[in-house]
């Protein structure tokens, strides 16, 4: 039985990094990666292209846009690492649909609740077409 030094180098973790890099320079997940980046970037500045900056839900969409850009570049860089949190980015866009009610209770606008309900769907869509990829590519 060979014993190895390092946990790098053993023969299985090699193998799971080629496959997960392979994976990632797929045009599908490149897509994905791309798309996931530019709806944190939007999160993070709708309070400003919506108009409802200076309240708490502001706060709250520039605090998860950028967690969710930040992801999307995780997934970019070193998916090898980071192919299992598609859910986190399909968890800040569920909040970011419930965000508008659950922040600013019955003074959400509906440019509010739209711009937060279209880009909260994006981000679960996003997030869940990650996982399915990163589910599909251990098989």
Known sequence: MATHTRLEEHPDIMAMRAHYAEVSARPQLQAAEGLTLLT?????????VVG?????????NLVTGIALAVLALGFG??????FGMGWVAAG????????????????ATTGTIVSNTITGAVAVILGLTTTAMASRSRT
Do not use: D, K, M
């Open 52 to 60: 409802f900056n200076g309240n708490p839900l502001a706060i709250s």
């Open 77 to 82: 860089s070193v998916y090898e690492r980071t």
């Open 92 to 107: 800040i866009g569920a909040w970011t649909i419930v965000s508008p009610w659950a922040v600013q209770h019955a003074s």
């Open 40 to 48: 944190g970037l939007y999160l993070a500045i709708s309070p400003w």
